[in-house]
């Protein structure tokens, strides 16, 4: 896949990443909905595979943002994670998590979603500068002024 852009950054085709998994009896919390803690552990690791693809390098979680629960998960639902680069700072990413469940047919139905900022690191683990993000799809354009509304207050 090509990371850059002609514009000298890189695009968020390179940082998607998804996870899926079927729901069983061990991700249930006691009123047999899926467990908020095991969905925000597979948003952040979706977030921090998206952060890795983008920088080409390790990342660290620095905070979970804007994190909404929009309804439950239940036993056997095809569970589907997605993550991309909306927003890149300095040394910062922001990654766009949603989670959301499958049906036989394909249809998706959004039950969560998160905004997780990540830093690069170096070799010593200290920050390090990423590549500006070229927003290339108009989505990508409104994500990207939306994020960086929210970077500026």
Request: proline letters at 4%; one cysteine or more.
């Amino acid at each position: 896949m090509q990371n850059t852009t002609p514009e000298g950054g890189k695009s968020a085709a390179c940082s998607v990443s998804e996870f899926v998994q079927i729901l069983r009896q061990a991700n249930m919390n006691g009123a047999n909905r899926l467990f908020g803690g095991h969905l925000i552990t597979w948003m952040d690791e979706v977030a921090a595979v998206s952060a890795r693809r983008y920088a080409e390098g390790p990342v660290t979680t620095a905070c979970i943002e804007n994190l909404r629960f929009l309804r439950p998960a239940h036993l056997n639902e095809t569970l589907v994670v997605t993550g991309r680069v909306i927003f890149t700072g300095h040394t910062s990413m922001e990654v766009l998590v949603t989670a959301e469940t499958e049906g036989y047919d394909g249809a998706r139905v959004l039950i969560a979603d998160a905004h997780v900022i990540l830093v690069a690191l170096d070799e010593e683990e200290h920050p390090r500068a990423v590549a500006p993000l070229i927003p290339v799809t108009d989505e990508e354009k409104a994500l990207y002024e939306e994020a960086k509304k929210r970077r500026a207050k």
